[in-house]
Nanobody
Framework: QVQLVESGGGLAQAGGSLRLSCVAS????????MGWFRQAPGKEREFVAA????????YYSDSVKGRFTISRDNAKNTVYLQMISLKPEDTAVYYC???????????????WGRGTLVTVAL
């Protein structure tokens, strides 16, 4: 059974940083893209970032570009999201996603984690 388990969420101050992790189990996604999405209260889930299987290419939404960095460690079946210069509007549940597509953009999620809450306070 495939599982994606996120961790690293919590409360941060505006301007602060957090690093999210997502560990995959049940199968390897080393040959596939991985991504992060988020859903703020009362809003639809939105794309945040994606990374190709090798880590050679990354993609970001305009709202996080320059502040968030996605990376992966295939030896650990783990994908990360480093977030800096956090803003209150970054408050959301962040979801890890795995794709069985050969392309990272547009990202097509086939598996989802349960999410981790990030709250950014002023």
């Amino acid at each position: 059974q495939v599982q994606l388990v996120e961790s690293g969420g919590g409360l941060a101050q505006a301007g602060g940083s957090l690093r999210l992790s997502c560990v995959a189990s049940g199968r390897t996604f080393n040959d596939y893209p991985m991504g992060w999405f988020r859903q703020a209260p009362g809003k639809e889930r939105e794309f945040v970032a994606a990374i190709t299987w090798s880590g050679g290419m990354t993609y970001y939404s305009d709202s996080v570009k320059g502040r968030f960095t996605i990376s992966r460690d295939n030896a650990k079946n783990t994908v990360y999201l480093q977030m800096i210069s956090l803003k209150p509007e970054d408050t959301a549940v962040y979801y890890c996603a795995a794709s069985l597509s050969s392309r990272a953009a547009p990202f097509i999620a086939n598996y989802w984690g349960r999410g981790t809450l990030v709250t950014v306070a002023l």
